[in-house]
């Protein structure tokens, strides 16, 4: 089974609205950390927001917000007042328990409308 | 500021030869890692090291070796390219693993490798 599912290849967004990008995950590990990084056409990961799973409050850093349903095992990202900069691939990422690597989803491409 | 950086940008190889993909972090890092990103399957994890002559196979490591002689340095190497070894490979770095923490993967630009 996929650890991190992503099942939007592609979204587009107007200028200025807020945006939701997907994320599901499935681990049996008590302790996880959730990322989310942005990769723009240049090529570089960005890292976004990070939601351990012990965390009680919904990550969120400036525009991002990172909400988190332990129970249905999501972490979607929330995008608010969306820019063109914006424009990038997502991925959603998982770290179990004291594992050193992140686990990548397939990632979801946004597309900012003018 | 973490400096991930990547020797090569882009690569073109021929099938059968030996390719070699650095990466050199500054912040004295103890993980480092090579994904490779290929569309539609976002990034797949070919092999990390914890510490300097330590490594670990990720999820897909057939076809791949790694060296980690320095802290600093980590390096891909593709003893017989193939085709199917087209991809963008990314290095990346981080301390090491808490348990509660963000604990953040700093990644380098990438290096596109194409084989013919």
């Known amino acids: 089974a996929q650890k991190i599912t992503q099942t939007q290849p592609g979204m587009f967004v107007q200028e200025k609205e807020a945006v939701t990008l997907d994320c599901t995950y499935d681990?049996?590990?008590?302790?996880?950390?959730l990322f989310w990084y942005k990769q723009p056409s240049s090529g570089e990961m960005i890292f976004l927001i990070y939601?351990?799973?012990?965390?009680?409050q919904n990550a969120t850093e400036g525009r991002y917000s990172l909400n988190f349903q332990k129970a249905r095992k999501s972490a979607n990202l929330v995008i608010s007042a969306s820019q063109l900069g914006d424009s990038a691939m997502y991925f959603c990422?998982?770290?179990?328990?004291?594992?050193?690597?992140?686990?990548f989803g397939s990632g979801t491409q946004l597309t900012v409308l003018p | 500021d973490v400096k991930v950086t990547q020797s090569s940008r882009y690569l073109v190889k021929r099938t059968g030869e030996k390719v070699f993909l650095e990466c050199v972090q500054d912040?004295?890092?103890?993980?480092m890692f090579w994904y490779r990103q290929d569309p539609g399957l976002g990034l797949r994890l070919i092999y990390f090291?914890?510490?300097?002559?330590?490594?670990e196979k990720g999820d897909i490591p057939e076809g791949y070796s790694v060296s980690r002689e320095k802290k600093e340095r980590f390096s891909l190497i593709l003893e017989s390219a193939s085709t199917n070894q087209t991809s963008m490979y990314l290095c990346?770095?981080?301390?090491?693993?808490?348990?509660?923490?963000?604990?953040?993967?700093?990644f380098g630009a990438g290096s596109r490798l194409t084989v013919l």
């Open positions: 681990t049996s590990d008590q302790s996880y950390g």
């Open positions: 939601q351990g799973s012990y965390d009680e």
């Open positions: 990422a998982m770290r179990e328990g004291s594992a050193r690597q992140l686990t």
């Open positions: 990346a770095s981080s301390r090491p693993t808490r348990v509660s923490g963000a604990n953040v993967l700093t």
């Open positions: 090291s914890y510490d300097v002559k330590m490594k």
């Open positions: 912040m004295d890092h103890e993980n």
